[in-house]
């Protein structure tokens, strides 16, 4: 339990993320405490004004209504700028603040036969922080302060039983538990949230990893035979809507005897390697895939047929100008289909005629661009 609460409250995101959750409390708290000022101010007022009050209009209004009234502004405008100011102590300095309102608040109500119970709100005000050593400071406070009127403020003192003294301890000692208790479960239900939602990232994180591994192929790291469909599928849709594209397929030539002659490793190294030629080529904008064994597929988006052609034929010639120490330092060179999509054409049948063209290529002597406009 330790340790996952060290976890926890160390996580960089989650301290940064409570802090300020915490000084948005601590700001909060500030604000009502102005609140119950105003309200207590209106409520003595009222009480003077139109029900039976023994005080004299003088005594009332200086010792009753201002007087206190100043003093509790003081205090809290005090707790406001350690909050602004020294954040380091803006909770101790809130819950003192806090301690001295109830005191100020039960002695000038002290007929009142519960009042003493507003003392235990700020333990339970405390357990917002999520801070035991907060919440026990701020019991510890209350009891002070409670001993303080009990000692010296004799007519708080009157008012107050043998009963009443042992039912107050009495509830700050419950209450002080009970704020514990709720600290200690708060933090497990918050632990508990966290781990799911980690468990949710890093299920999602695998997900998407799972996901692009089987959109991908694992030599190549070039899209796969299947991801290819749906992407020509999106190309002739977008195409049907004005956005033409161009189709184009690279078969490595010879590649059998690639195989044969030095062995598979060997060829998974030239698969790869004419990959890496070809991502390095293309734009973000375009998508090549490894249709299947030594063949690949491109869309090519946002330029024009002349443009396009320029580009597969910079492949095969940076190919057949690169020689492989696997090979013997030969060249691999690559046959090359490419066609511009027309509203003519069906998927099929623009995929059938770049085929045919890449064929036409390898029959005019290989290492060529075959298009129905040139043969290279």
Excluded at 152 to 159: A, E, V
Excluded at 166 to 191: E, K
């Amino acid at each position: 339990m330790k340790n996952k609460q060290n976890r926890y409250f160390s996580n960089p995101s989650f301290a940064a993320i409570e802090n300020r959750r915490q000084f948005r409390y601590a700001r909060g708290f500030i604000w009502t405490y102005w609140s119950v000022i105003g309200a207590h101010f209106l409520a003595q007022l009222f009480a003077f004004l139109f029900l039976p009050y023994e005080a004299a209009a003088n005594y009332f209004y200086l010792h009753i209504l201002f007087n206190p009234t100043l003093l509790m502004c003081g205090i809290t405008a005090v707790a406001h700028s350690f909050l602004v100011k020294a954040e380091r102590f803006s909770f101790p300095s809130i819950f003192v603040a806090g301690t001295l309102i109830s005191m100020v608040i039960v002695h000038l109500n002290m007929d009142i036969r519960i009042i003493a119970a507003v003392m235990l709100l700020p333990i339970f005000a405390s357990t917002l922080f999520f801070r035991l050593s907060l919440t026990w400071f701020t019991a510890a406070l209350q009891v002070v302060g409670f001993s303080v009127l009990f000692r010296w403020d004799i007519g708080f003192r009157s008012f107050m039983s043998d009963f009443d003294l042992i039912a107050i301890v009495l509830f700050f000692a419950l209450s002080t538990v009970a704020a514990s208790f709720i600290i200690v479960s708060g933090r497990d239900l918050v632990i508990d949230l966290e781990a799911a939602m980690i468990a949710q990232q890093q299920l999602l994180v695998e997900k998407t990893v799972m996901s692009q591994r089987s959109k991908t192929d694992a030599l190549t790291n070039l899209y796969n035979h299947m991801s290819f469909h749906d992407f020509y599928d999106k190309a002739i849709e977008f195409a049907d809507r004005g956005a033409p594209f161009h189709l184009a397929l690279i078969d490595i030539d010879n590649f059998k005897s690639i195989n044969d002659t030095f062995g598979h490793r060997v060829g998974d190294t030239i698969l790869a390697t004419v990959a890496r030629v070809i991502k390095d080529r293309i734009s973000p904008a375009d998508i090549a895939s490894r249709y299947g064994g030594e063949e690949f597929a491109l869309l090519l988006f946002e330029q024009s047929f002349e443009e396009a052609y320029a580009l597969v034929d910079g492949i095969r010639a940076e190919l057949a100008e690169s020689y492989h120490p696997e090979l013997d330092g030969r060249a691999v060179t690559v046959s090359v289909g490419i066609k511009s999509y027309s509203n003519a054409f069906t998927k099929e049948k623009l995929f059938e005629d770049v085929d045919a063209l890449l064929y036409e290529a390898k029959r005019a002597g290989k290492n060529k661009v075959a298009s129905e406009a040139l043969t290279v």
